[in-house]
């Protein structure tokens, strides 16, 4: 995917394109596969988020899994993500220790979670909801 750091900023927009800076800067991306027009990626931070970019005729667009996607649309990961694909197409790009060893924390962690009954996940919820009581609210609210 080729990719110029305009369409970047003109997608993503202010303040989340330069929040993105600092996120590519510090190294918080992992490319996880590239082809002319999609890029998948994890973006550390907060948690670990999958970024997704798509070019179709010039045009961007893309998804994030973070809540700041999912409230106001185009996010500092994607921005950061996009960085990293311009100076990983340059030779130029590599994910920071921290970035790599969160990202594999993150995938034992789900890994961990996937191999789970559903009951054993019930237990695990209902003993997070007494120091997490939010939790009860968000389950609530999907249902």
Do not use: W
């Not at 929040?19 to 999609?38: C, H, N, P, W």
């Not at 960085?83 to 130029?92: C, F, M």
């Not at 790599?100 to 009951?119: G, V």
């Amino acid at each position: 995917m080729r990719l110029q750091r305009e369409q970047i900023r003109a997608f993503i927009g202010e303040p989340y394109f330069s929040r993105g800076e600092a996120y590519f800067k510090d190294g918080m991306i992992q490319i996880v596969s590239i082809s002319d027009t999609l890029v998948q990626a994890k973006a550390v931070g907060t948690r670990v988020y999958n970024v997704q970019l798509v070019l179709e005729n010039s045009y961007l667009d893309g998804t994030c899994s973070c809540p700041a996607f999912e409230d106001f649309g185009p996010c500092k990961h994607m921005a950061a993500t996009g960085l990293a694909i311009i100076a990983y197409g340059q030779g130029a790009y590599n994910p920071s220790i921290t970035c790599i060893n969160q990202a594999a924390e993150f995938e034992e962690f789900e890994k961990a979670l996937r191999s789970k009954t559903k009951d054993e996940l019930i237990s695990i919820i209902i003993r997070l909801s007494d120091y997490y009581p939010e939790i009860i609210d968000e389950l609530n609210e999907s249902i």
